[in-house]
């Protein structure tokens, strides 16, 4: 009888649900609870892949990781008030970084937290989400659901990219609506990303002032990733032998041992580049705002973005191309017709000399077989592993073993490569593992310090839950940036910098059914990462490096304030 009484009904839950699999979502990423606990539940068992995490900053890593490599939007899924906030800080991440990502948020009765009566976790959701994300909308009723995730794809995926928050009140959750009804007006927008070509005129003054440049130097970012432009990239590189410098997400669009890369020589690259074609990157503070010593005093900068606010964010731009990626690219190929344009050899050469020259300063730090070890021995074995398994996504967090590691490991294919992005936070590359494997359902090599994996350690969890074939490999040097500062207190606890140096991480995995390996020389890190990737399944290498290495901030340390007075 209560099948009758339900059969031509349907509720909010299998509504946003069945709209979400209508706009090719996927997979859905979260930590359940009130009121979302069913909507999960329901979502998986009409063919969501629900992926369970153990954190919601997580959750939505992992989702924005999937929507880089996809340019697709996947679900991140939060309870109420304390879940929603910790989604939060990673929307904005997505943001900042430009993935689409969609984080439905389940929220407490409307009126009582209006009234602020004092409801279980209330809280003002959708107008908390406003400036951490494009756009947020709230679910009043069961007959917004299509219009909401019709929005929320559009949003997420087309202009510049980011994170739309989707708030669903526990009032919402138990609407019905007849199913004929529903059924009639679910939709999915028309090409939710559509192409958009920049001016004609913008490509030809481009052009022309490449034909005009002695040093000209193309810059690719991860935009250009996210528009998946490789070919055309490829094919301009080609057919001007242009030299590129690859940003962090953008390594691998071109491989990174490609002769025209200056990833090897990025200083001399930027110091002497007199025409700068930028393409899907941001001259912000990486680049140092295109402004000071990084840069030739005289250069010219043309700009490709689909956001016209990007242009002259911090100087001014010679040639803004306002536009997608792939047109122009496509439109740069073609013109190339009537204004031929082609590096010069004696550039390419000044290039490659300096690349040569640093390689050979470089390579003997990477092969050294030193014990304690340092970040360069130890990421040198893991490039041989990577080298071999070339297919693998890498996902990459810390101070030094982030910086070290974009330097030592090179990438060869298009997203490929995942990281602690334009803010530079940590926290990031766990959550992004685990989308990574589940959308892709490639190999996925995490590298982290030891810092930077607690962040996020616990998705080691998740990773064995579902069987994933991630390799957790965790440089420990036993602090934020090293582990051998001074402690500057009476009492005798340690320094703010340390954690534990004697520690063995890789018994995290193993309190889960992983296999966990310990490394304390470069022979040992190549063999148990060959072993542990080899075997496809969830596994942890702690490599042990001396306390004294690496360097505090990274690269990164002129951007580390020193107290007139000093630390004590
Ligand atoms: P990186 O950190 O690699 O330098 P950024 O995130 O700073 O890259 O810059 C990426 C830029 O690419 C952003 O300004 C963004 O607006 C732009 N972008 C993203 N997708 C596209 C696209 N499909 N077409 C054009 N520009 C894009
Ligand atoms: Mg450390």
Known sequence: QGDTATENITDAPHYLAEALLKNGVKHMYGVVGIPVTDFARIAQGMGIRYIG?????????????????TG??????TVSAPGFLNGVGALLEATTNG????????????HVVDMKEGEYEGLDQMNYAKPFTKESFRLDKIEDVPLAVARAVRIASSGRPGAVYLDFPDGTVGQTMPKDQAEAQLWTPVDPNPAMPPAQASIDKALELLAGAKHPLMLIGKGASMAQAEDEVREFVKATDIPFQPMSMAKGLVPDDDPHSTAACRGLALRTADVVLLVGARLNWMLSFGQGKTWNPDVKFIQIDIDPNEIDNARPIACPVVGDIKSAMTMLNEGLAKTPFKASAEWLQMLQADTAKNDAKFAPKESSDTVPMGHYNALGAIKKVYDRHPDMILTNEGANSLDD?????????PRHRLDCGTWGVM???????????????KQVLYIGGDSGFGFDGMEVETACRYNLPITFVVLNNGGIYRGDFENLGKDGDPSPLTLTYDAHYEKMIEAFGGTGYYATTPQEVEDMVEKAVSSG??????????????????HIGNLNPKPVVGPL
């Open 99 to 110: 993935f689409p990502v969609i984080m439905i948020g389940g929220s407490s009765t409307r």
């Open 72 to 77: 697709r939007p996947a679900v991140a899924l």
């Open 53 to 69: 995490m153990r954190h919601e900053e997580d959750a939505v890593n992992a989702a924005a990781a999937e929507g880089f490599l």
């Open 427 to 441: 926290g990031c590359a766990t959550g992004y593992a685990i989308g990574a494997a589940v959308t892709t359902g």
């Open 537 to 554: 399944k969830p596994s942890f290498v702690h490599v042990q490096l001396a306390d004294y290495a690496g360097k505090e901030s990274g």
């Open 405 to 413: 590691c974009r330097n030592i490991i090179d990438i060869y294919q």
